[in-house]
């Protein structure tokens, strides 16, 4: 093998390894993420430049419920500067989130019915489905 043909093949080698190790990653979070769009009340919410996961919350009428606001994205995110909302009109209220916080926040639902909740300040804002949930209270 001449050296210019090995040069060629390590660094063919090096970059399918990079490639496979961005990869992996990816398939883990969209495994991760089946059947995730939908959870019961007392739950962890992430709130990404990818939407919110869990994008419906399921809750019963008088139940106090808790969410764990988590916002992953950092500072550099430059729409919005990572930061990310949990807002209602309907239920009025308005929870921002810095780049890379929690928030834990509580609920109580008196009337039952569908809510929805958005993030506004990235991302496309409340236009946009990814940034849109509903709050189902039955």
């Known amino acids: 093998m001449q050296k ?3 040069k060629t093949f390590t660094l063919g080698m090096i970059f399918t390894a990079i490639i496979i190790a961005a990869i992996i ?3 883990l979070n969209i495994a991760d993420g089946v059947g995730s769009e939908d959870k019961e009340s007392g739950t962890r919410m ?3 430049m990818a939407g919110f996961n869990p994008s419906i919350i399921r809750a019963k009428l008088g139940e106090e419920i808790t969410l764990q ?3 992953p994205d950092n500072s550099a995110h430059s729409d919005g500067g990572g930061w990310h909302q949990f807002a209602s009109d309907e239920l009025n209220f ?3 989130l810095a780049p890379e916080t929690s ?5 109580k639902f008196d009337k039952a019915g569908e ?3 958005y993030c506004d300040i990235c991302c496309g804002g409340r236009k946009n489905p990814s ?3 509903k709050i189902i209270v039955t």
């Open 4 to 6: 210019g043909t090995i």
């Open 25 to 27: 990653p990816i398939g």
């Open 46 to 48: 992430e709130i990404s």
């Open 69 to 71: 606001l988590v916002n």
């Open 94 to 96: 308005d929870y921002k």
């Open 103 to 107: 928030k834990t926040v509580t609920l």
């Open 115 to 117: 809510y929805e909740f």
């Open 131 to 133: 940034m849109q949930g």
